[in-house]
C-alpha cells in the first residue's frame, strides 16, 4: 500500500503571508507541531513548533511576522505512490521527522511523519504476534 492511501489526510496549512501568530493560532486549535504552507495546493516551506519558539525566543521574529520570514523553504516532499520503506529512508537520509505527501502534479495531498510510522509499524508487529502465537503455542506444548 502507497503513502497516499495510507496518510491522505487533512493536513493544516497556510499561506505564505500569514503571520507567526495565525500560524501557532491553528497548531494550537489543530493540536499539531507542523503546518504546511501553500501556494495554490503546492508546497512552499514548512514551520514547525520549533521554529517558530527559536524565532520568537532568539528575537528574530514578533507575532506579526510574516512565516514566509520564518518557513524552511527547502521542504522534502514525497511521492503519493511511494511506500514506507521509501518514507523511512527519506526521514534517515534527509533527518526530517515530517514528509508532506504531493502527486506527480506536486499537489499537497497528506502528510506522513516518523510518529505515523511507529504507529503503523507497532500495529503490524501486534498484527504478526497474534498470526505467530497459535504455532507458538502448540511447539511449546510439543
Known amino acids: 500500500m502507497n503513502l497516499g492511501e495510507q496518510f491522505r489526510s487533512q493536513v493544516v496549512t497556510a499561506g505564505p503571508d500569514e503571520t507567526v501568530e ?3 493560532r491553528k497548531m494550537q486549535h489543530e493540536s499539531v507541531g507542523a503546518v504546511v504552507i501553500v ?4 508546497v512552499v516551506g514548512i514551520v514547525t513548533d520549533r521554529d517558530v519558539a527559536l524565532k520568537l525566543g532568539l528575537g ?5 511576522t510574516r512565516v514566509d520570514k520564518i518557513m524552511t523553504k527547502d521542504v522534502e516532499t514525497i511521492w503519493e505512490d511511494q511506500g514506507v520503506f521509501n518514507a523511512t529512508q527519506y526521514f534517515m537520509g534527509h533527518e526530517v521527522r515530517r514528509l508532506p505527501i504531493i502527486d506527480r502534479q506536486d499537489n499537497l495531498v497528506g502528510m506522513v511523519t516518523v510518529d505515523d510510522i511507529f504507529v503503523l509499524l507497532a500495529h503490524e508487529l501486534r498484527n504478526l504476534s497474534r498470526a505467530v502465537a497459535p504455532a507458538l503455542a502448540a511447539k511449546e506444548g510439543d
Open 22 to 24: 495565525q500560524i501557532v
Open 39 to 42: 501556494e495554490e495546493r503546492k
Open 60 to 64: 528574530e521574529a514578533d507575532a506579526s
